[in-house]
């Protein structure tokens, strides 16, 4: 009789929470894309219309909701398990001898389902839209920014076009006294192999530069896992490393963190069960999702800072949510 009821009741809630779950999301994801497809709006001009801002959103949409992952996995988690208990289904899972971590684990597998399928997805179908986007965006872009490296005695500064070929190239020379020795202005250059080599001029000149100089501010994120191991042993500079290293961790321990998260979200719903509506579930799952966020922003952040092992820092925010979980599992 007990095997019968936790089968039912396990395969229906483990459904409950899939499909909430990607709801959640989706509509996370069309708001952000609603949001800034208004934003952008603003800048059109003759040479990008509405339809090439759309499908520029468009091609990069799935590939950049993967950051309201987690938030999604939470709120839905905790709207399902709202939505079991009014119907009264939680209270006689308990009475009927089921632990209310053993109801947490099973209403967990739905959103943890739906979130390894959006995983693999993203590294082999939304990284490559996302890669679309940026092409499409290239002819577009604003080419104003000028970006600055020093190399040994030089101040270099360009204007990138894409990720190999940049223009407006301006060269400050300083002496031993840290005065400027000479200024050069060219006009183009190329990047390749971790250097910048000289295209246009009479004598070929080559700087050596860091990896996160060659790559524009996004593409290390629109790497994938495989590509991201890869790149991690052609860079030698700590810091680079560091960078890298960091989206390595981040993409391994995303599962994890969800985990936990569903892990946190099960603890709060069995914490007061006789007020548990749908609104007050979705204000609770936004709130602490935005502190999560916060946290292993400013947890990356400050172990970059001070070059402390970046692995900890990725770590730390996930172990603070099953300390958590755990507090409020034994005050049941």
Do not use: C
Not at 102 to 125: C, D, H, Q, Y
Not at 129 to 155: F, G, H, M, Y
Request: hydrophobic share 50%.
């Amino acid at each position: 009789m007990i095997k019968n009821i936790s089968n039912t009741y396990s395969k229906h809630l483990i459904i409950r929470t899939f499909v909430i779950s990607a709801l959640v999301w989706i509509v996370m994801l069309f708001l952000d894309f609603a949001v800034t497809l208004v934003m952008e709006i603003e800048n059109l001009s003759d040479d990008k219309n509405f339809l090439s801002i759309f499908n520029i959103l468009l091609y990069e949409q799935l590939h950049k909701g993967m950051q309201y992952l987690e938030s999604s996995m939470l709120i839905g988690t905790l709207i399902a398990l709202s939505i079991f208990n009014q119907q009264g289904n939680l209270v006689f899972l308990r009475s009927a001898g089921f632990s209310p971590l053993r109801i947490v684990l099973v209403s967990g597998l739905g959103p943890l389902i739906f979130s390894l399928a959006l995983i693999f997805l993203n590294e082999t179908l939304f990284m490559d839209l996302a890669k679309t986007s940026k092409i499409l965006n290239q002819p577009i872009q604003s080419t104003k920014v000028i970006q600055w490296e020093i190399d040994e005695k030089n101040l270099i500064g360009l204007r990138r076009l894409n990720d190999s070929e940049v223009e407006a190239i301006r060269i400050i020379k300083f002496n031993d006294q840290q005065k400027i020795a000479s200024f050069t202005t060219l006009q183009e250059g190329e990047l390749d192999d971790g250097k910048l080599q000289i295209v246009d001029s009479s004598t070929p000149k080559t700087f050596d530069f860091s990896g996160s100089f060659l790559l524009s501010n996004n593409a290390l994120e629109k790497f994938s896992l495989p590509s991201l191991l890869k790149l991690k042993n052609s860079y030698q500079l700590e810091k680079d490393l560091q960078k890298i290293d960091s989206l390595i961790y981040s993409r391994l321990l995303l599962p994890i963190s969800i985990i936990a998260i569903i892990f946190l979200a099960g603890s709060l719903m069995f914490n007061n069960m006789r007020s548990t509506g749908v609104g007050r579930q979705i204000i609770i799952g936004i709130s602490i999702g935005l502190i999560y966020d916060l946290i292993k922003d400013l947890s990356v952040a400050s172990f970059m800072t001070y070059q402390w092992p970046i692995l900890m820092a990725h770590l730390l925010p996930i172990m603070i949510l099953i300390g958590i979980g755990t507090y409020k599992f034994n005050k049941i």
